[in-house]
């Protein structure tokens, strides 16, 4: 059972940063391809980045392409969303999950392709 935890979620102004992390347990995280997805009331969750086992290959969203990066150190177990420029229409529920696939070179970019998920962290970006 591999077990998802999310941290850095928080408030921010708009234009301003923040740095999700997501901590994998009980399972070899270096062998999962990892995503990040956002959901708000009443909509689908949206895949906003995601990157193969090996860091080979990512995947960004148009929606946050050039603001966000995700990256992973494999050694720590984490997998990280760096998020700049922050707008208002990015408060949301953020969600990070695990593809146990763990292809080398294919980023699973929608939820269903997806495995296990973390319990969300709000993000919320006033104008």
């Known amino acids: 059972q591999v077990q998802l935890v999310e941290s850095g979620g928080g408030s921010v102004q708009a234009g301003g940063s923040l740095r999700l992390s997501c901590v994998a347990s009980?399972?070899?995280?270096?062998?999962?391809?990892m995503g990040w997805f956002r959901q708000t009331p009443g909509k689908e969750r949206e895949c906003l980045a995601a990157i193969t086992r090996s860091s080979g290959t990512t995947y960004y969203a148009d929606s946050v392409k050039g603001r966000f990066t995700i990256s992973r150190i494999n050694a720590k177990n984490t997998v990280f969303l760096q998020m700049n420029s922050l707008k208002p229409e990015d408060t949301a529920v953020y969600y990070c999950?695990?593809?146990?696939?763990?292809?080398?070179?294919?980023?699973?970019?929608?939820?269903?392709?997806?495995?296990?998920w973390g319990q969300g962290t709000q993000v919320t970006v006033s104008s």
């Open positions: 999950a695990a593809d146990l696939r763990g292809s080398i070179w294919y980023v699973a970019k929608v939820a269903h392709e997806y495995d296990y």
């Open positions: 009980g399972g070899t995280f270096s062998s999962y391809g």
